[in-house]
């Protein structure tokens, strides 16, 4: 029962933390363009982490094992590949309606991948979890002007990238318990090294596109919403995110570790409400009723998983 309550608690604070990443993340884009801001905040990720495992005492020989650098590896893979197909759905858009598909899926894949894996829980977690998929969406919902429908491109790159990020939370579940923050080490870095490809990639797209790559007009994931590139803000805001999404990071295996795959996946799926608070204080958005609703059933669901 503590166990349980701890893994909630622990998930929805690390989930409201990776919501910071976003946040912080989404600004940079608007300097740098997303796909560079998530390239840099790779490296970043990997010197949190270190830095973390030396602060913690952490013993290289003992917790390096290969399932923890293979399955921390792989992990990485499922989240970069997964960003760019977040990226890219975003970019189609609508926001309002492929985020929440995004974010719904990346909650279901786990919580099937656990129920068949012969997870039995109890008739008031079933009902939490309900009452939280409901949430994820409400809090994803984004009002957008002039909103037309989802292409069938739009709705399939959504779809991959909330099933990549469920992957990547399975993924995390199985590495070792004693590993400690090895795998995120491990993550960090194959991630960094395939976002190097497609940046690589994109930048060579870009410039046979255009031939003035920083001064022309271009979409945000390759440079920013001015079309401009602002590499010295566009930096500030990658380390932010890469530590703060490091540290939610750490939060949320301690949660995988300590709970159910299924109840925790779906509580981290909550993560745009961190994002949501932080717009709403900092940047002063208004908060939508539907996004409010969404909240208050997220905290609810969070009270009865914690409690049942």
């Known amino acids: 029962m503590l166990n349980i309550m701890l893994s909630v608690v622990l998930g929805f604070i690390g989930a409201l933390v990776v ?18 801001v998530t390239w840099l905040s790779m490296p970043v990720g990997v010197i949190g982490f270190a830095g973390y495992f030396v602060a913690t005492g952490g013993d290289w020989g003992q917790q390096a094992t290969p399932d ?5 590896a792989l992990s990485g893979l ?3 590949v997964a960003m760019v197909f977040l990226f890219a759905s975003l970019a189609i858009g609508p926001m309002s309606i492929l985020s929440p598909l ?3 899926v990346a909650a279901l894949v786990p919580v099937i991948w656990d129920f068949a894996s012969g997870t039995q829980l109890s008739v008031i977690d079933y009902v939490a979890l309900g009452i939280a998929l409901v949430a994820v969406v409400l809090i994803a919902i984004i009002r957008e002007e002039n909103a037309r429908r ?3 491109r739009g709705i399939l790159f959504a779809v991959i990238s909330g099933a990549l990020i469920g992957g990547y939370l399975i993924v995390l579940s199985l590495t070792p318990d004693t590993s400690g923050v090895v795998p995120f080490i491990a993550s960090r870095s194959a991630g960094a090294v395939v976002l190097s490809v497609f940046v690589g990639f994109s930048a060579l797209w870009f410039w046979a596109r255009t031939r003035r790559p920083a001064q022309a007009s271009g979409s945000d994931i390759n440079s920013g919403d001015s079309g401009r590139l602002n ?3 566009g930096i500030w805001f990658a380390v932010a995110a890469g530590l703060s999404q490091a540290f939610g990071d750490i939060l949320i295996l ?4 300590s709970g159910e795959l299924a109840i925790v996946s779906v509580v ?3 993560y745009p409400a961190g994002t949501i608070l932080l717009a709403t204080l900092i940047l002063k958005e208004r908060l939508s009723l539907v996004q409010g609703l969404g909240l208050v059933l997220a905290l609810g669901a969070v009270a009865m998983l914690a409690l049942g």
């Open 78 to 80: 499922f989240l970069a």
């Open 231 to 233: 590499w010295r803000l």
């Open 68 to 72: 923890a650098l293979v399955l921390g």
């Open 268 to 270: 981290v799926a909550m």
């Open 19 to 36: 919501g910071a990443t976003d946040f912080f993340g989404g600004l940079g884009a608007k300097h740098l363009g997303s796909l560079r």
């Open 150 to 152: 989802p292409g069938i």
């Open 254 to 257: 301690a949660a995988l570790r």
């Open 102 to 104: 995004g974010a719904l």
